[in-house]
């Protein structure tokens, strides 16, 4: 579950009730609808505001009865559009606030992310003048010092930060920040875009996500706005993305512990590399048929060749299970033999899957690919951080610039 950016906020202006917002109201499933509205009973600016002014009667005085967390607790068994017309009809029915509005939007895209876009890497500069990066704020600092710096440029927009912890197919949990910026009612003299944009950022890194497509003319103000927040000196758009947030936090906060040096990421060395192996005898597996019976058959790999090819999977990606884009170009710029000494042989490959580095080990592992002849910078794509990689004559290009 989300947790607020803060609990300060300015003056809460009310949206009134649209299609559209009604439409993100309905979108959610009753567990995750439940969960927002709990958020909001945690905060004075956000709980329920009752009849709207011009459905009180006239001249009668009347105690306006809002709902609590208990009477959202007793609908838990009932359909989610009960709850959705309780939220129009008596706790909310002149809208919502900017913030509402954000944590609905936060709570359904986190819910449906591993699918939902693609997301783009940035990474955070530093250099003499700005050394030490800003990367250790909590989501309200963060929020506030957004906020500050996107008024310097725009005269009304919405930033909302709050913090999440994912928990992809790994052996941890991931702690990120996702901020979410609308632009509502913008000066003319600034061009702002209509779609919302999303950020996620990892504690303690220098890497942030963009999961939205901005405008050229909004992008630079954004990416200013990043720099300033974090104390940066730039920001650098990687070569890299992927719709998995899990994978891409692999890639890009373990950049050096990937493919055969992850044992050591993740403690699978020997604990006692010292100690003498065993010498028990192995009993080598008897013939599952003989003679004339085994032409007609499919016989088992031999053990030994598998347990020899398992070895080389192990020496050239390690035992855990790799983490990689979706697609992977590749560029090879090689001399080839009858072509003159100054030309090279320009060939381009693409390699698409759900797991590009994962599929190269297994296809290894199966025997499809032969590791005799299998090139070194085919095993390093699992270490590279970039969807496109060069191969020249002296090897795999360095990406990090």
Not at 236 to 265: F, M, N, V
């Amino acid at each position: 579950m989300l947790q607020a950016g803060s609990t300060t906020r300015y003056s809460p202006a009310i949206v009134p009730w649209t299609d559209s917002l009604r439409r993100l109201l309905s979108k959610h499933s009753k567990e995750t609808l439940l969960s927002v509205v709990e958020e909001w009973f945690r905060h004075t600016d956000t709980l329920p505001h009752g009849k709207a002014d011009d459905d009180e009667d006239d001249g009668d005085e009347q105690i306006i009865e809002v709902g609590t967390l208990a009477d959202y607790e007793a609908l838990r068994q009932s359909q989610v559009h009960n709850i959705a017309n309780r939220i129009i009809t008596m706790d909310w029915p002149k809208g919502l606030t900017h913030d509402q509005i954000a944590m609905l939007d936060l709570v359904w895209l986190q819910n449906r992310y591993l699918t939902g876009r693609t997301w783009r890497v940035w990474r955070l500069k530093s250099d003499e003048h700005r050394p030490d990066l800003h990367v250790h704020m909590e989501p309200a600092e963060l929020q506030a010092r957004m906020r500050r710096h996107f008024t310097a440029y725009f005269s009304r927009c919405h930033i909302y930060v709050s913090a999440c912890t994912l928990h992809p197919n790994t052996r941890e949990e991931t702690p990120t920040i996702w901020i979410r910026i609308s632009f509502y009612d913008t000066s003319p003299s600034i061009p702002s875009n209509a779609s919302n944009i999303y950020l996620v950022q990892f504690p303690g890194s220098d890497t942030i996500l963009c999961g939205s497509n901005i405008r050229p003319d909004v992008k630079q103000f954004v990416l200013q706005v990043l720099v300033e927040t974090f104390n940066a000196a730039s920001l650098w758009e990687q070569d890299l993305k992927s719709k998995h947030i899990s994978s891409l936090y692999q890639l890009t906060l373990y950049r050096d512990a990937q493919g055969p040096w992850s044992q050591y990421r993740l403690n699978e060395v020997d604990a006692n590399p010292l100690a003498p192996p065993s010498k028990w005898p192995t009993l080598e597996q008897n013939k599952y048929v003989s003679g004339r019976e085994a032409s007609r058959r499919i016989q088992p790999l031999p053990s030994s060749a598998v347990n020899e090819r398992l070895k080389v999977v192990k020496s050239k990606f390690g035992n855990s299970q790799l983490v990689g884009p979706e697609r992977m170009f590749v560029k090879i710029r090689m001399p080839l033999r009858g072509l003159p000494d100054d030309r090279l042989w320009d060939c381009k490959l693409r390699f698409d899957g759900k797991n590009v580095a994962e599929g190269l080990k297994q296809l290894l592992a199966k025997g499809a690919i032969d590791a005799s002849i299998m090139p070194e910078w085919l095993t390093d794509i699992s270490s590279t951080t970039t969807n496109t990689i060069t191969i020249t004559p002296e090897g795999l290009e360095d990406q990090d610039s």
